[in-house]
C-alpha cells in the first residue's frame, strides 16, 4: 500500500474528504498527523509528505519520495542535509499566499497612512479626537521588490485603489502583471528609492535579499516614507530601521516578519514607535481562500504524480524559491 | 467690493493662493477665517461663505447669496429655520469624500476580517501568537446601501479585490458603476442581508434612513456577517447592533458615526465587543487628495457663480442629499 503522510493543522474535514477521495481513486491511503515530529517514528512507511515545519522528516526519511511544503518559503529546505532522500521531490505552496498577504499589505498601509494606532491609543483612552493628516494610496508611489504571486495581488490592489506601481525584479524581460506601471530590474533600487512613498518587501530569503534594505537604502527614502515587510526578517537591517523610526528619518513601518522569530520579550523592536508589528501571519494558513488553493494545488500534483508526469510548483534550490 | 469668506482649517497656503488667484481674477476679495463663528460680527459683508459648521452663518446672514459647504453631509441645512436668507444658494462638496471613505471601509473591513483587533492587544501585550483563523474580502458578498461618490468607490476597490458586490439604492435604473454585480432597490434590502457578509451602509441622515439597520434586519443577517457604517449614526438601531455583539448574533462591527457624536465617556458603545470606534474621521477633510478636490470644485463653482451660470453640487433639500 502506497502511504501519504499529512499535516492536518490546516485542514477542515471537507479538506481531508476531498483528499481522500483522490487519494483513493489513485491508490493512496493516508495518515494524518497534528506535528510533523508526530510521523517520525513510523516515516519510513511514506511514500509523500504534505505539510510544513518538516526539517526533522526531510532529513531522516530515506524512503521518502516526494515532500509537498503547504508554505511558499523554502529557505530551511536549500541545504543537502536537509534531505536524507538526495532525489526527494520538492514542491512548494507559491501561488497560495498572493490574496492574503496582499490583504495584509493594503490593511496595514492603510493603517499606516491613516494613522490608525493613534486613533486607536486614542479611542481606547475615550479620547474622541481626530488625526491631522491623514494620507491616500490613490496617487501613492508604491515600491515593490519582488513581483512574484505575493508583488503581483499587491500590485493589482494599489493600482485599482490609484497608487503609481513600481515593481522590480531579478529579470524584468520578463512578462509582468498590467498593474505594474513601471517595471525595473534589482540594481535599479537605489534609483528608485528616493521617488517612493511606500516600499513593500515581498522577497524570499535568498544570498541576495539578506540586507537588502540597508541603512545605505533607508536613508535614500524619503522622510515621509513607509516600509512594509511580508517576505523574510533577513531582507531589513533592523537596527537601522528602528534609528529611523525614532529619529523620524521614515513616517512608519510595519513588520509580518523580523529576526528572529518569534521576537523576544525584550526585544528593541516592540518599543520602537510607528511600526505596526504582527506575528508573520500575513501569510499564514488561517485564510480559507489559502487553504483550498494548497489543497488544490497538492491534489493537482497527486494526478500528476500517479501519473509519472512532471510536478508543478518546485521550487529552484540552487535560486532559492 | 464682493467678498468672499472662507474657513481655513482645511487650506494649505497653497490652496489659499489658488483661490487667491482665481478671486481676484473674478473680482472678489476673500477674508479668512478658523471658525464660522469667527466671521459673525461681520458677516452682512459677505457675498459668499466657504466652509462647515456654518448654522450660526446661515441661520443670520440675510445677505448671504451662495453657501459653499466644504462637506458632503446637508442635514443640518435642511430646514427653512436654516436660512436667514431663503434664495441663498446651497452646494455641498459630495464627491470630494469618496476615496479616503472607500479607504477607511477597506481598512477596517480588512481589520474584522483578519481578526486585527485581537492580534494587536496581544502584540501590545508581547504575546507573539496568531489568530486561527481570518476571511478574505476575496469571494465575500458585500452589500453597499447608498450607491452615491462613497458607495461607488467603496465598491470599485472591493471588486477588484474579488468581492461580489451588491449595491442598494432608491432608484435602481439608474446608471450604476460596473464594480456593482447587482443593484438593487432599497425596498430588496430585507431580501439581500440574509446573503450579505458584510454590509457597508453609506447613506445621508434622511427620514427615510433613520433607523434604517433596525433589530429585525440586524436579525436577518448571518452570525458571521460584519456591519460598517460611514454615512451616518441614525441609520443604525444602536442597543440591537449592541445586543448582536454581545450575543455572538454578528461577528463583528466598524462604526464610524454614532450617536451621539462625540461619544460620550460612560456610552456602552466603548465596551462593546468586536467593534471598531472611529471618531467620525473617515471622510475628514484631513486627506489632501480630499481637500484638493474641495477646493477645486469651489472654485469651478465659483467661475459658475460669477458668469451667472447654474452651479454645481447643488443638494436637493427635499430629497436630504
Not at 67 to 91: K, M, R
Not at 175 to 188: G, I, L, T
Not at 293 to 314: K, S, T, W
Amino acid at each position: 500500500m502506497r502511504k501519504i503522510a499529512i499535516m492536518d493543522d490546516f485542514l477542515s474535514s471537507e479538506h481531508k474528504d476531498q483528499i481522500g477521495r483522490t487519494a483513493a481513486r489513485l491508490g493512496f491511503f493516508v495518515d494524518y498527523f497534528a506535528r510533523a515530529e508526530d510521523a517520525l517514528p513510523q516515516i519510513d512507511q511514506y511514500e509523500i509528505f504534505f505539510g510544513h515545519d518538516a526539517l526533522a522528516v526531510t532529513s531522516t526519511a530515506k524512503n521518502l519520495r516526494w515532500f509537498a511544503l503547504c508554505y511558499a518559503g523554502v529557505e530551511a529546505y536549500l541545504s543537502d542535509s536537509a534531505w536524507a532522500n538526495p532525489d526527494c521531490i520538492f514542491t512548494n505552496s507559491a501561488g497560495a499566499y498572493g490574496v492574503t498577504i496582499s490583504e495584509h499589505v493594503i490593511m496595514v498601509l492603510l493603517m499606516l497612512l491613516r494613522q490608525m494606532p493613534r486613533t486607536q491609543r486614542r479611542m481606547a483612552n475615550r479620547q474622541w479626537h481626530r488625526v491631522e493628516s491623514m494620507r491616500s494610496i490613490r496617487g501613492l508611489r508604491m515600491t515593490i521588490v519582488g513581483m512574484g504571486d505575493i508583488g503581483t495581488h499587491v500590485a493589482r490592489t494599489a493600482h485599482a485603489m490609484g497608487a503609481h506601481v513600481t515593481g522590480l525584479r531579478r529579470n524584468p524581460a520578463k512578462a509582468s502583471d498590467p498593474a505594474f506601471d513601471q517595471v525595473c530590474s534589482m540594481d535599479q533600487l537605489n534609483r528608485v528609492l528616493p521617488r517612493t512613498d511606500a516600499l513593500v518587501l515581498c522577497v524570499p530569503a535568498t544570498a541576495e535579499t539578506v540586507g537588502l534594505l540597508s541603512r545605505a537604502r533607508i536613508e535614500l527614502l524619503p522622510e515621509d516614507a513607509y516600509v512594509v515587510n511580508v517576505g523574510r526578517g533577513s531582507a531589513v537591517d533592523q537596527d537601522a530601521l528602528m534609528d529611523a523610526l525614532r529619529g523620524g528619518r521614515l513616517a512608519g513601518a510595519a513588520l509580518d516578519v523580523m529576526t528572529p522569530e518569534p521576537l523576544p520579550p525584550d526585544h528593541p523592536l516592540w518599543r520602537t514607535p510607528n511600526l505596526i508589528l504582527t506575528p508573520h501571519c500575513s501569510g499564514n494558513t488561517s485564510l480559507g481562500y489559502t487553504r483550498d488553493r494548497i489543497v488544490d494545488m497538492f491534489l493537482e500534483n497527486l494526478e500528476r504524480y500517479a501519473a509519472g508526469e512532471p510536478l508543478l510548483h518546485c521550487p529552484n534550490r540552487r535560486r532559492g524559491y
